[in-house]
């Protein structure tokens, strides 16, 4: 498994722009299919963006295509989250993702291990 720690969440008005950073331990992250989800308060933890392995496929929210990029740099072991055009509702804990399997994936349960989290918040 792979220990990922995010950073990059902050305050932003509508309308703004935060690039949110994964950092990843271990000599295999580059084998890892990542992603990012967000939970709101009171709500289930979802889906936002997706890499594979290679970085030659990506997969988002449709609510986010368009404003939000994931990219990778294997030689740095991290994904980012370029996040533009921030809406109020894109307000939530943002996790990064790794799994083994390689794939970017929509759901949750392929992912084997998780960060702790960041808080992004966008004020209207």
């Known amino acids: 498994q792979v220990q990922l720690v995010e950073s990059g969440g902050g305050l932003v008005q509508a309308g703004g722009s935060l690039r949110l950073s994964c950092a990843a331990s271990?000599?295999?992250?580059?084998?890892?299919?990542m992603g990012w989800f967000r939970q709101a308060p009171g709500k289930e933890r979802d889906f936002v963006a997706a890499?594979?392995?290679?970085?030659?496929?990506?997969y988002y929210l449709d609510s986010v295509k368009g404003r939000f990029t994931i990219s990778r740099d294997n030689a740095k072991n991290a994904v980012y989250l370029q996040m533009n055009s921030l809406k109020p509702e894109d307000t939530a804990v943002y996790y990064c993702?790794?799994?083994?399997?390689?794939?970017?994936?929509?759901?949750?349960?392929?992912?084997?291990?998780w960060g702790q989290g960041t808080q992004v918040t966008v004020s209207s």
């Open positions: 993702a790794a799994a083994a399997n390689g794939l970017g994936s929509s759901s949750r349960y392929e992912y084997d291990s």
């Open positions: 271990g000599r295999t992250f580059s084998s890892y299919g």
């Open positions: 890499i594979n392995w290679t970085g030659r496929s990506t």
